[in-house]
């Protein structure tokens, strides 16, 4: 028993001196495990602008990610115990980091190709970002678990001290990214960043094993290096669709070749605002020619109003109220402060007192609103991809409604194809919370055969359609109203939507079908 004895303690002295000193095995975990949880946050801006931000991305982001750090962690496993987790560990951090930078330039490369909201480009394109590069940083921890263990008494305070620092550094990575890394850098300053602190981190490593074992332990490939550099080359000569990245979106303004003063505001896949930089009533997307009816209808020309603007873009509607019906006091609520800093220095937003803008979402702006105090509601936060459920549901209306006065009106753009479940999920919403209620489309949408944009318009008071019907005639709109009996019968069975049950991803239809 005694020589049993001497040979186990003879044992972990051996497997004592083959570990990492503690603070750098707790380093290592904390980096290798605080890079997947950045990789995750930045690949799914890194995907946004060539597949939209929805549900289903994030799902497949969040998905892919999950999936990597599982079968990562059952292989980084499964390695330590059939080799010597000393030659494995700072390859396996220098690969993945080296992939973390070269994710950028194959999604960027790939994305031209993969765009729309279809599943498949969804799904490729969030595999491309994450699997790889995940797989190997999350087969690290449980390499250096296996290092660590000196002997199976000590096994539950290595598991679970290594165990616990990995969480850590998945929730620091967490938080920094969100709050911090997302506002002072690009995507593509984060994921370079990271990686190379990744690869700096396994070198470092790799240097230290030999220095303590003078073998093979801690070399790292010649090609891994290398895979680094071209990652890093690639990264700076990859396509980027963004003049800025905003806290939301990959944005950009571009000029419109058939009109000098024309400016289109792009947020990831959407044409979202048209702005005439020298005509404020020059208005070249039909819904906002047929927000600009409903403004033209509801009020004597010429007369101020006081309106609300959930959603800002380009801000052509408060422009277009400030020049046509001067003294107007409109106020827009924009969640995303990158577009506006686009809106002052590219597109000529001057704030008055008669124009401001806060940063903020706009169910946070809707509670806040003071009761009956607006002629109009405008909501223009609806795009084609991503839908904000908060402002959809009768709770949300509840606080448009609160927010107007007794004659007020809430007129909205929308965005939908076949089956136009969601269109008709929100109509059903505003008849629960308003009793007059107005569809402003095509004959083709309204027959449901098409799809794009559309307006809807409510009211406490009688709409007045009569006028509404002549002013999208005079702006040239192909457009028409449906009311009563026919917007019954368009609506159907739609559900209401509510705060507890709102599921406006499923039943939106992103993009048109070949058919429809």
């Not at 020298?278 to 309106?307: H, K, N, Q």
């Not at 408060?318 to 990158?338: F, K, N, Q």
Request: overall charge negative.
């Amino acid at each position: 028993m005694a020589g049993t004895g001497e040979a186990l303690a003879e044992s972990a002295d051996r497997a004592r001196s083959a570990a990492l000193p503690d603070w750098v095995a707790a380093v290592v975990t904390f980096l290798a495990s605080g890079a997947v949880l950045v990789l995750e946050i930045a690949g799914l801006r890194l995907i946004a602008p060539y597949v939209g931000i929805t549900l289903q991305t994030n799902t497949a982001v969040i998905g892919f990610a999950l999936a990597a750090i599982a079968v990562g962690a059952w292989m980084g496993g499964a390695l330590a115990d059939r080799t010597d987790p000393r030659r494995l560990i700072a390859p396996l951090l220098v690969a993945g980091g080296a992939l973390v930078v070269a994710v950028l330039p194959l999604v960027r490369f790939a994305g031209s190709v993969l765009t729309g909201a279809d599943a498949g480009s969804v799904l490729l394109l969030a595999a491309v970002a994450v699997v790889v590069p995940a797989a190997l940083l999350s087969a690290v921890p449980p390499m250096v678990v296996k290092l660590q263990l000196a002997s199976l008494a000590e096994t539950g305070s290595v598991v679970g001290r290594l165990s616990g620092i990995g969480t850590l550094g998945g929730i620091a990575a967490t938080f920094l990214t969100g709050f911090l890394l997302v506002a002072v850098f690009p995507t593509s300053g984060i994921l370079v960043g990271t990686g190379l602190v990744a690869v700096l981190a396994g070198i470092a490593v790799g240097v230290l094993l030999r220095r303590r074992t003078g073998g093979a332990a801690g070399r790292v490939p010649a090609a891994l290096l290398l895979l680094a550099v071209v990652g890093a080359l690639l990264a700076a000569v990859a396509p980027s669709p963004c003049q800025a990245e905003t806290a939301y979106h990959c944005a950009r303004v571009a000029a419109d070749p058939e009109r000098d003063s024309g400016r289109v505001l792009v947020l990831d896949t959407l044409r979202h605002s048209y702005v005439d930089l020298a005509d404020p009533t020059y208005l070249e997307f039909a819904y906002v020619r047929a927000i600009a009816a409903v403004t033209d209808a509801m009020a004597p020309a010429g007369e101020p109003l006081s309106a609300l603007h959930l959603g800002g873009g380009g801000a052509t509607v408060p422009r277009y109220l400030a020049a046509v019906r001067p003294g107007t006091e409109s106020l827009v609520i924009e969640v995303d402060p990158g577009v506006v800093e686009m809106d002052r220095e590219q597109l000529g937003l001057t704030e008055t007192d008669g124009l401001r803008v806060e940063v903020a979402d706009a169910r946070v702006g809707l509670e806040q609103e003071a009761p009956g105090e607006r002629d109009l509601v405008v909501g223009d936060a609806f795009g084609g991809l991503s839908v904000p459920w908060q402002l959809t549901t009768v709770e949300a209306l509840g606080l448009v409604d609160r927010a107007l006065t007794d004659d007020g009106v809430y007129v909205a753009n929308l965005i939908d194809h076949p089956p136009l479940g969601f269109v008709r999920a929100e109509l059903a919403t505003l008849q629960a919370v308003f009793p007059h209620v107005a569809l402003l489309a095509r004959d083709a949408v309204l027959a449901g055969e098409e799809g794009g944009n559309v307006v809807v318009l409510a009211s406490q008071q009688p709409l007045p359609l009569d006028a509404v019907g002549t002013a999208l005639g005079r702006r040239d709109l192909d457009w028409r109203v449906a009311s009563g009996a026919e917007l019954a019968e368009f609506v159907g069975e739609a559900e209401v939507l509510t705060d507890d049950h709102a599921p406006v991803d499923q039943l939106l239809t992103p993009y048109a079908t070949a058919g429809s």
